[in-house]
């Protein structure tokens, strides 16, 4: 069965800090890739997503994230993390050809030390 | 600018009454989803729709309706017989070439 990973439910980060929020997929084949952000409150922004080709992705507000096959991994990276970035993030995989629903996984909530 | 809108951004309903979500969407997506939100729970699929008059249970449907008259709009009834109804709901659609969903702003639904 499709599923997601996301094994930090809470990270901390000191602003100007970089960032990493981990990601796991578990698919047979090679799927649709997403990360969305939720400021408190609000619905789900996407930030950047995988199809295919280049394996590293950059997205809005300075993220950027890499496709690793060998690893089922999808990380979330942001070399430099603004107090404006403190939200919750969602992973997401898609099926190819699957009606296009998507899995999210349970996020991933991050607060930024001052 | 194109978007999807789901109002009330706040409800709160008295337990035994049947309350609905409003979710219009101006993209001329063909899909549109239901989620509900819960600390901790991440993502939960309520229902889905592909195309107008059609629709499909998603993991947690007991308790909830839908309808999907036009393309435009996928309203929520959280029926009483939805034991815990206190939750944020989130609506999203998506077109037809395009993976990525779309999401609207949320309503928190209160029972009180």
């Known amino acids: 069965a499709q599923s997601v990973t996301q094994p930090d439910i809470h990270i901390t980060v000191s602003e100007g800090a970089s960032l990493e929020l981990r990601c796991n997929y578990s698919y047979g084949a090679t799927p649709y890739l997403f990360w969305y952000v939720q400021s408190p409150g609000q619905g789900l922004q996407l930030l950047l997503k995988y199809f295919s080709g280049d394996t590293l992705v950059q997205g809005i507000k300075g993220f950027e994230a890499e496709f690793k096959r060998s690893q089922s991994s999808f990380n979330l990276r942001k070399p430099s993390v603004h107090w404006s970035d403190a939200a919750e993030y969602f992973c997401a995989v898609g099926a190819r050809g699957s009606q296009g629903n998507l899995i999210f996984g349970k996020g991933t909530k991050l607060s930024v030390k001052p | 600018d194109g978007g999807i809108t789901q109002s009330p951004k706040y409800l709160f309903r008295k337990e035994g009454q049947n309350v609905t979500l409003s979710c219009e969407q101006n993209l001329n997506h063909d899909a549109m989803y239901w989620y509900r939100q819960d600390p901790g729970q991440g993502l939960r699929l309520i229902y889905y729709s592909q195309i107008v008059n059609d629709f499909q249970k998603g993991d947690i449907a007991e308790g909830y309706s839908v309808s999907r008259e036009k393309k435009e709009s996928f309203p929520l009834t959280v029926t009483s017989a939805q034991k815990n109804p206190t939750a944020f709901y989130l609506c999203?659609?998506?077109?037809?070439?395009?993976?990525?969903?779309?999401f609207g702003s949320g309503t928190r639904l209160t029972v009180v």
């Open positions: 999203a659609s998506r077109d037809r070439g395009f993976y990525g969903y779309t």
